[in-house]
C-alpha cells in the first residue's frame, strides 16, 4: 500500500536559516506529491505540488522536487521566518483515492 | 470565492449520545473526502465520495460513524453512541473532477473539532 515517511520534528531554526524537511514514499503506480502547511490555530492549506517526476513545485519561497529514483519529494526553504512556524505534512495521491500524510514536521523559528 | 465550510466548528458531547458534523465542499467539487485528526494519529481518512456515492468507505473506524452526500454537494457525518476515543479534530476536503491520471489538489476546510467527555 501507499505510505510516507517524514522526519520527525520538532524542527527549531533561527531567521534566515535554510530549513530541510525530509518526506520519501512509498507508492504503486505514479503517484502525485503535496506539501501542506498547517498555521496554529488553522486549517490545512496545500502550499506546493508535483504530478510527476521532475517536477518542482514552488510556493512562499518553499520548493519541492520529485525524484522517482529516490522516492522523495523534500521541503526546502533558503531563509525561513518566524511567520514559517507551523506543522508541515508531506502527501501522496492516486487518482482520485484518498491522500495518504505523513505524520506531519512542527518547525518553530526563532527571531 | 468560498472555500470549504464545516459546521460546528467545536462540538462538546457526552459518551452515547449521537453527533453530525456537516460539511459544505466548494462548489462544483464533485469529490469530497472526511479525515479525522488526532493526537498520536495523525490524519487518517474516513470515506470518501464522488458525487453522491462512496466508493471507499475503508477508513470509517467502526459501524457507528456514518455518512451520506445528497444533491452531490453537502455531507453530513454522523457518530452513533460517541466514546472517549472519538475525540479528534473532524476535517472534510473536496476536490473537482479533474484528469483520472492525476490526482486533484483537495482543499480542507477549518475542521470540527469533537470533545467526547
Known amino acids: 500500500g501507499n505510505s510516507v515517511t517524514q522526519m520527525e520534528g520538532p524542527v527549531t531554526l533561527s531567521e534566515e536559516a535554510f530549513l530541510t524537511i525530509n518526506c520519501t514514499y512509498t507508492?504503486?503506480?505514479?503517484?502525485?506529491l503535496f506539501w501542506y502547511v498547517q498555521y496554529p490555530g488553522e486549517g490545512l492549506q496545500l502550499l506546493l505540488k508535483a504530478t510527476k517526476a521532475d517536477d518542482k513545485g514552488s510556493n512562499k519561497g518553499f520548493e519541492a522536487t520529485y525524484r522517482k529514483e529516490t522516492t522523495s519529494f523534500h521541503l526546502e526553504k533558503g531563509s525561513v521566518q518566524v511567520s514559517d512556524s507551523a506543522v508541515y505534512f508531506c502527501?501522496?495521491?492516486?487518482?482520485?483515492?484518498?491522500?495518504?500524510f505523513g505524520s506531519g514536521t512542527r518547525l518553530q523559528v526563532q527571531p | 470565492g468560498a472555500g470549504v465550510s464545516q459546521s460546528p466548528s467545536n462540538k462538546v458531547t457526552e459518551k452515547g449520545k449521537d453527533v453530525e458534523l456537516r460539511c459544505d465542499p466548494i462548489s462544483g467539487h464533485t469529490a469530497l473526502y472526511w479525515y479525522r485528526q488526532s493526537l498520536g494519529q495523525g490524519l487518517e481518512f474516513l470515506i470518501y465520495f464522488q458525487g453522491n456515492s462512496a466508493p471507499d468507505k475503508s477508513g470509517l473506524p467502526s459501524d457507528r460513524f456514518s455518512a451520506e452526500r445528497t444533491g452531490g454537494s453537502v455531507s453530513t457525518l454522523t457518530i452513533q453512541r460517541t466514546q472517549q476515543e472519538d475525540s479528534a479534530v473532524y476535517l472534510c476536503a473536496s476536490s473537482g473532477k479533474g484528469l483520472a491520471e492525476f490526482t486533484d489538489t483537495q482543499y480542507f476546510g477549518p475542521g470540527t473539532r469533537l470533545t467526547v467527555l
Open positions: 502527501a501522496l495521491g492516486t487518482g482520485r483515492r484518498a491522500l495518504t
Open positions: 507508492a504503486t503506480g505514479y503517484p502525485s
